[in-house]
């Protein structure tokens, strides 16, 4: 079983930056697909950022493109997202997902069958 274990989130300004870190505590993924999510008070979870298993293709919100990265370790079982150009609205709990049926990017919040407990990241303006 895979478990996702969160880190990296908290209180900064706008146009800083943070990196978040998503380890399988049981290193138990091999090429699943993986993905960011957010969920901002009053608002449904939404997509952020997705990697294939393999670490080869990315996908993105249009809403973060030029200002995140997504990539993965997979020898350290780990999904990284760095955040650069921090932004208010991008204020919310920032889950990692992993997709046991994809190995490619999917931005589809239903594929993904294992979630972390979520990391909240705070930007001041």
């Known amino acids: 079983q895979v478990q996702l274990v969160e880190s990296g989130g908290g209180l900064v300004q706008a146009g800083g930056s943070l990196r978040l870190s998503c380890v399988d505590s049981?290193?138990?993924?091999?090429?699943?697909?993986m993905g960011w999510f957010r969920q901002a008070p009053g608002k449904e979870r939404e997509f952020v950022a997705g990697?294939?298993?393999?670490?080869?293709?990315?996908k993105y919100a249009e809403s973060v493109k030029g200002r995140f990265t997504i990539s993965r370790d997979n020898a350290e079982n780990t999904v990284y997202l760095q955040m650069n150009s921090l932004e208010p609205e991008d204020t919310a709990v920032y889950y990692c997902?992993?997709?046991?049926?994809?190995?490619?990017?999917?931005?589809?919040?239903?594929?993904?069958?294992?979630w972390g407990q979520g990391t909240q990241v705070t930007v001041s303006s």
């Open positions: 049981r290193r138990t993924f091999t090429n699943y697909a």
């Open positions: 990697i294939s298993g393999s670490g080869g293709s990315t």
């Open positions: 997902a992993a997709s046991r049926r994809y190995s490619g990017t999917t931005d589809n919040k239903g594929a993904y069958d294992y």
